[in-house]
């Protein structure tokens, strides 16, 4: 009862001082960043053209256009019509995140392509900093009032009484006194306010790291309080087992036989019981084992199988440098004529060799008339995106290329990497993915020197 009862105590005082310490609260300043920052992220992916936005580094929207180009400033219009609620005030972060990175982008008006800015919104707030309310600022208002009632007061003197002459030249050094002192007094409170607001913040650490360690001096208690009890409950245990045996003694022969007999019988099965336990552990540790042994054996197969195909690879393309190396010398050096005295054989005519047809072609994205701006033998880091399969040149089918650099380049700018080549449920809203999967192919023609989209592949996200 009295461990019980200091638990309750130390419970109620950790809520006390969670009580008592300040609320965690969206303030206007961090609504107007994080609202700059859904805006930012907005215009970035509205225009392709808007890359220099990644430079710029603006807390405030007012500092944002500043920075902005004409078409970012005509984009930015819809943005702003956006409605910031009023009670803002009463959020946390998951609230903020929410509403710039999700209901924000639900307004009417908004560019299609601005919208898949969503995910990079989310992340972005996310990292903020989420602070307490700051105070009423009372003290500047007092300065104000200060610096309306000093004046005032001054120049009541000056219109009632006549001064001398002396006093008349050394007014205005009087008045430029005064401005240095009210300019003093406004310094001295900025300064005060600056470090109220400092110590606010080291104050909410300073609680932070209290309450951390009276959840675990609480912990420590729990975890005594429960070995005390235990320790008890093997005295009750013991106790009973006294009493169980003063009891006994005063049995028959016959019933204290009995009870010995259920007692070994009981404990035989408790023996065989644990038997078992420690037969299971040890088949699971070496089932355990025997996984690791056959997932290091996969692995080892798996780099062996790469470096096989790797070298697979590098034969192949030897073997068809070595082929067209040698379709190339037997048409430039035309083979010698061993004449006979009989016949002589007609001379051997060049053999004509048709140009080389690529039967993998790895493409870039798609412009606005479907075609591939990009093509390229290998992948190219960067910039390739599809991989072209062809027989004949002209005609093939297309898919997105299943590597982790073109996945996460692709996840990170899906509106400009797969418009008019793919299609998908929600093209733009990548969060939380990370992977594609292409569920139809798309095909291709080859025309005018271009690779052009006929049919766009059909994708998803997982």
Same mark, same amino acid.
């Given at each position: ?134 105070? @009423? /600022? ?5 300065? !104000?009032?200060? +610096? ?6 001054? $120049? #009541?003197?000056? %219109? ?123 088949? @699971? /540790? ?5 996984? !690791?042994?056959? +997932? ?6 798996? $780099? #062996?199988?790469? %470096? ?155």
């Amino acid at each position: 009862m009295k461990m019980r009862r200091i638990i309750y105590i130390l419970t109620v005082a950790v809520v006390g001082i969670v009580g008592a310490m300040p609320a965690w609260a969206v303030t206007e300043r961090e609504m107007e960043e994080a609202r700059t920052i859904a805006a930012k992220a907005y215009l970035r992916y509205a225009n392709n053209g808007s890359g220099y936005l990644d430079d710029v580094s603006a807390k405030t929207m007012a500092d944002l256009e500043k920075n902005l180009k004409a078409k970012e400033k005509e984009n930015i219009k819809a943005f702003k019509a956006i409605k910031v609620p009023g009670d803002y005030s009463s959020w946390d972060k998951a609230k903020l995140v929410e509403f710039w990175g999700t209901k924000a982008f639900e307004t009417a008006g908004l560019i299609a392509e601005g919208k898949g800015a969503r995910p990079r919104v989310r992340k972005q707030i996310n990292a903020m900093t989420v602070g307490a309310p700051a105070p @009423a /600022e009372k003290p500047e208002q007092n300065i !104000e009032a200060q +610096k309306t009632e000093e004046p005032a007061a001054a $120049a #009541e003197p000056v %219109a009632d009484t006549p001064q001398p002459a002396m006093q008349q030249n050394s007014a205005p050094e009087a008045v430029t006194a005064e401005q240095d002192i009210l300019a003093d007094q406004n310094a001295i409170a900025e300064d005060a306010k600056n470090r109220s607001l400092e110590k606010e913040e080291n104050s909410t650490w300073i609680y932070v790291v209290i309450l951390c360690v009276l959840i675990g001096v609480v912990i420590w208690l729990v975890t005594y309080a429960a070995k005390i009890m235990k320790r008890q409950g093997d005295a009750d245990r013991e106790r009973d087992n006294v009493r169980d045996t003063r009891a006994a003694q005063g049995m028959s022969a016959s019933e204290r036989e009995e009870v010995e007999e259920t007692i070994h019988r009981l404990n035989k099965r408790l023996h065989d019981e644990q038997e078992r336990n420690i037969e299971t552990s040890r088949a @699971a /540790e070496r089932l355990k084992l025997d996984n !690791e042994r056959l +997932k290091e054996r996969f692995d080892k197969l798996m $780099a #062996e199988r790469n %470096a096989l195909e790797a070298e697979l690879r590098d034969t192949k393309e030897r073997l068809a440098a070595a082929m067209r190396a040698e379709k190339s010398r037997v048409v430039e050096e035309p083979r010698k004529i061993v004449e006979t005295p009989r016949q002589q054989a007609p001379a051997p005519q060049p053999q004509k060799v048709e140009p080389e047809v690529l039967r993998v072609i790895y493409l870039g994205r798609t412009n606005s008339e479907g075609i591939f701006v990009r093509a390229d033998r290998r992948v190219s880091p960067g910039n390739t995106v599809y991989r072209l399969d062809t027989e004949d040149g002209l005609v093939g089918t297309f898919h997105v290329v299943e590597l982790p650099v073109v996945t996460r380049m692709v996840l990170e700018r899906p509106v400009e990497m797969l418009s008019h080549g793919c299609v998908a449920k929600d093209l733009a809203d990548t969060a939380g993915a990370t992977g594609i999967v292409t569920e139809d192919s798309g095909t291709a023609i080859f025309e005018n020197g271009y690779w052009r989209v006929l049919r766009p592949s059909r994708i998803r996200y997982e």
